[in-house]
């Protein structure tokens, strides 16, 4: 099912919860609302369950406005942080105990139920209490118990936030597959964007209330609309350097020095000479020039540590901190001067009056 926000706004006395917000979420794709605590994204789940009526604007289901229809009539199956299972129900009753509240006969409410212990692989743990199983069991209970009545929504509120790092990996593989399985269209709530980018089609960034962008994970990775998505995805975060636009509106002057770089495309927006911006640039989208006469940048190298395959190059341009991913082919050591450059096409420079990336 598609589902439209339309102008959405959800107001609690003085303060404003979440703000005019315009998004769609096609049929059958997961969506994650993603954002700093506090943002909105709890509230905007509770508006799609039906738990908060929006203060303003249309929330629509399909091509029907849900905005005063109960929660129990909105065909939406929910799962929680804590799942919420009856603890003194075997796993198969929990998961048949929604068909039972509908009076689905009894026969066929099992048959059901079976169907989707099957389907999130837990059909050996019919048997057992929601005490006798791992978090990720009783994760894997919540969720067949959330698709039982085959809604057309399914809403997750920080489903894996109670689970270890490895269970955690594991249970966002098998709620992405059981999602691709079923293909019901999702929403899944987190602050972990790691978690949101390796699952989602496509992400709603939130900030006080407001989207900041919705786009599919690498689009907001690699063309951030304002500075605060840039500086929230990307660990190491984007390097952030104080710049100013040169003459021509093509080339930039670096901090602390006269060097300066030639941006290698058009300002989307108009920029003013002389004025100071932020250049952002990703540290994997440096690279170390060993040819003195092509273009870059002169940096101090500070320290150099090895992460995995590559190497994280701590360096210094005048006042500004910078870090490189950098290849370990490349011996440089500390104190050692080297010339950084920036790939083509990866460089973002932000307006920081209104956040704006012109690039
Ligand atoms: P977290 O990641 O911490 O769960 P969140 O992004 O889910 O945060 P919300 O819980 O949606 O954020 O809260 C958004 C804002 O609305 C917060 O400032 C919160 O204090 C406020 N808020 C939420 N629910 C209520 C309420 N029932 N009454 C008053 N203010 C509320």
Known sequence: MKVQLKDITMRFENMTAVDRLNVTIEEGTLVSLLGPSGCGKS??????????????????????????????NREIGMVFQNYALYPHLT?????????????????????RAREMAALVQINHLLDRKPSQLSGGQQQRVAIARALVKKPKLLLLDEPLSNLDARLRLEMREEIRRIQQEVGITTIFVTHDQEEAMSISDKILLMQDGKKQQ??????MYDY????????FLGNPPI???????????????LPDT???????????????????????????????????????FTVETIMVERIGRDNLLYARL?????????????KVNRG????????PGRTHLFDLSNGKNLL
């Open 214 to 219: 919705f786009s599919p994970p690498q689009d």
């Open 258 to 296: 006269e060097d300066s770089l030639h941006l290698g495309a058009p300002l989307k927006s108009n920029g003013e000479v002389n004025m100071h911006y932020e250049l952002g640039v990703r540290p994997e989208d440096f690279y170390i020039e060993p040819d003195l006469a092509k273009a870059g």
């Open 91 to 111: 796993v198969l009753k929990n998961i048949m105990f929604p068909l039972k509240m509908a009076k689905i006969p009894k026969k066929e409410a099992e048959e």
């Open 43 to 72: 509230t905007t789940l509770f508006m799609l369950a039906g738990l908060y009526q929006p203060t303003e604007g249309e929330l629509y289901f399909g091509d029907r406005i849900v905005n005063k229809i109960e929660p129990e």
């Open 336 to 343: 050692d001067m080297v010339k950084l450059a920036i790939r």
């Open 239 to 253: 390097n952030r350097l104080s710049v100013k636009l040169g003459e021509d509106l093509q080339t930039i002057v």
């Open 318 to 330: 005048g006042q500004t901190n910078l870090r490189a991913i950098v290849s370990p082919d490349v």
């Open 224 to 231: 951030p609309e304002n500075h605060f998505v840039a500086q």
